[in-house]
């Protein structure tokens, strides 16, 4: 099983609808992000948690929201998804210490939005 | 305004021959550096890292060099195989609680 884990992996939906996106991990770790990829413009942080009662706003945060509902679990919900945010996204952890450095990715979760 | 840059989206390299993939930053305070790997369908996956108290890096056929003084980094592949043949993401952090920034990618194929 993986050690980061999302869900769905993909989802077609249309606009104005609501959409959350799930990451569960087992890796112990506390710190975990959300991350989205589009051609030509690599990976940007949408969100970041570096503990349970910990959120931060990422580079693209409009349009996002996210709950870390457990050291576990750290969802990302868009709360009217527009077609701009079709994209693969993606969650990572790391482990808590000096650096936010090694991080690990889910599967990714691919979004359209029509 | 980009913190960390890829230059070059893609990148052809023969089989058995090196591969250079650069990345420039702009940020003096970043001192830690990272190479991430992605095939399609898959999430990255760490490649390589170097600090900046270092100039290189190796690990097998992989060699990241640090430039700090000119704030330029480059991840050397010898000998290039097939199944290099992904994208490659730089990324770069500094010491405490700042997130990882990542370049935009190049796309390295490999060709047999």
């Known amino acids: 099983d993986a050690d980061v884990t999302q869900t769905p992996r993909n989802r077609i939906t249309k606009t104005g609808k ?17 991350y989205r990829q589009d051609p030509g413009l690599g990976l940007r942080l949408i969100y970041y948690s570096f503990d349970v009662k910990d959120i931060n706003k990422g ?9 870390r509902q457990a050291q576990a679990k750290f969802s990302l919900s868009l709360e009217s998804a527009i077609p701009n945010q ?22 990714g979760s691919r979004l359209t939005v029509l | 305004d980009q913190q960390v840059k890829q230059n070059s989206p893609s990148l052809s390299v023969q089989e058995g021959r090196i591969s250079i993939l650069n990345c420039d930053y702009t940020n003096s ?16 996956t760490f490649l390589i890292s170097i600090s900046s108290i270092k100039d290189k890096n190796e ?13 330029h980094l480059s991840l050397h592949i010898v000998p290039s195989q097939p ?13 405490g609680n700042t997130p990882l920034v990542f370049g935009k990618g190049t796309r390295l194929s490999v060709i047999a």
């Open chain 2, 29 to 44: 305070m970043f001192d830690y550096f990272l190479w991430y790997k992605k095939y399609p369908a898959e999430g990255p």
């Open chain 1, 86 to 107: 079709t994209a693969l996204y993606f969650c990572a952890t790391s482990p808590q210490g000096g650096y936010a450095g090694e991080l690990f990715f889910g599967e």
């Open chain 1, 59 to 67: 580079e693209i945060s409009d349009g996002y929201s996210v709950s």
């Open chain 1, 18 to 34: 609501r959409i959350m996106l799930e990451c569960s991990q087992t890796k112990g770790h506390d710190r975990m992000y959300w």
């Open chain 2, 83 to 95: 199944g290099d043949s992904a994208v490659y993401f730089c990324a770069a952090s500094s010491m």
């Open chain 2, 59 to 71: 690990d097998g056929r992989f060699t990241v060099f640090l430039n700090k003084s000119a704030k």
